[in-house]
């Protein structure tokens, strides 16, 4: 049975799968590898400026924090949506 000539869905689907799991590996490996890189340049630099910067990436973080939070909050918001009026609300036609 030779793979081009397989009608069974099973076997592409399968072929997909594989090759998802092998870019994630891929993308895993090269994002660790980026933030090792940017830990070592961290404790490299003896700079004075080294507590302002760190403020400055806390501060980053936390605003993607909040970032993702609210993005969350969104999603969760549409695919709940109100649907029965409040009736002492003022959008309530009735």
Request: aromatic share 6%; glycine share 4%.
């Amino acid at each position: 049975m030779r793979l081009w000539k397989n009608e069974d869905a099973r076997v592409p689907l399968a072929l997909i799968g594989v090759l998802f799991v092998l870019i994630s590996t891929a993308t895993s490996l090269h994002l660790s590898q980026m933030d090792a890189r940017m830990a070592s340049s961290m404790t490299k630099d003896t700079d004075i400026n080294a507590a302002d910067t760190a403020l400055l990436y806390a501060r980053a973080d936390l605003a993607r924090i909040v970032n993702y939070a609210g993005m969350e909050a969104l999603k969760q918001m549409g695919e709940t949506p109100v649907i029965a009026l409040d009736p002492n609300s003022q959008y309530n036609p009735g």
